[in-house]
T-cell receptor, first 114, second 109 residues
Framework: DTGVSQDPRHKITKRGQNVTFRCDPISEHNRLYWYRQTLGQGPEFLTYFQNEAQLEKSRLLSDRFSAERPKGSFSTLEIQRTEQGDSAMYLC????????????FGPGTRLTVL | AQRVTQPEKLLSVFKGAPVELKCNYSYSGSPELFWYVQYSRQRLQLLLRHISRESIKGFTADLNKGETSFHLKKPFAQEEDSAMYYCAPIPEGYQKVTFGTGTKLQVIP
């Protein structure tokens, strides 16, 4: 296990298209987080899972965003009907629940919406 | 409202000079505080957490509950310290990490 991985690393799409990103956490980590980061800002929390349960969603996450972690392992983040404002770096992180502040981040998926 | 502030977007220091990256927070209770770092073309990673009270890469951070600050310090900056630094509190009894806007540290040779 080489750490948290994300796929794809880059995605360019046209406005209105749907996109899906995948995150594979560190295998023994039961917590998985999604963040969005735009230029000049720190990561903004989007949602997190404890095993397969989605425990919190940010108000930033509109109805066009959905995340799943069906078997408590990998997770997907889908954005429907993308808008130019969705262009950002999408980060995934994982942790153990006992040490939830100690998060291990993936390399991110950079989304560009044209 | 819960808030974390990193007042400096950019901090430039000469190699060998002391460094202090400021972080102020506004949280009820006793949050747990972290510093994360992102080196150029690398992923975000944990630098240190206040509970551990340890020094990592020469950096230390003291939690000042009276001033609600958690400043990151290093006595002698090195060129390899150049990076983005994010202060990140977790509210007491809660799970979500909130990141500050970050400070870019630039160490001038």
């Amino acid at each position: 296990d080489t750490g948290v991985s994300q796929d794809p690393r880059h995605k360019i799409t046209k406005r209105g298209q749907n996109v899906t990103f995948r995150c594979d956490p560190i295998s023994e980590h039961n917590r998985l987080y999604w963040y969005r980061q735009t230029l000049g800002q720190g990561p903004e929390f989007l949602t997190y899972f404890q095993n397969e349960a989605q425990l919190e969603k940010s108000r930033l996450l509109s109805d066009r965003f959905s995340a799943e972690r069906p078997k408590g392992s990998f997770s997907t983040l889908e954005i429907q009907r993308t808008e130019q404002g969705d262009s950002a770096m999408y980060l995934c992180a994982s942790s153990l629940s006992e040490t939830s502040g100690t998060q291990y981040f993936g390399p991110g998926t950079r989304l560009t919406v044209l | 409202a819960q808030r974390v502030t990193q007042p400096e977007k950019l901090l430039s220091v000469f190699k060998g000079a002391p460094v202090e990256l400021k972080c102020n927070y506004s949280y009820s209770g006793s949050p747990e505080l972290f510093w994360y770092v992102q080196y150029s073309r690398q992923r975000l990673q944990l630098l240190l957490r206040h509970i551990s009270r340890e020094s990592i890469k020469g950096f230390t951070a003291d939690l000042n509950k009276g001033e609600t600050s958690f400043h990151l310090k290093k006595p002698f900056a090195q060129e390899e310290d150049s990076a983005m630094y994010y202060c990140a509190p977790i509210p007491e009894g809660y799970q979500k990490v909130t990141f500050g806007t970050g400070t870019k540290l630039q160490v001038i040779p």
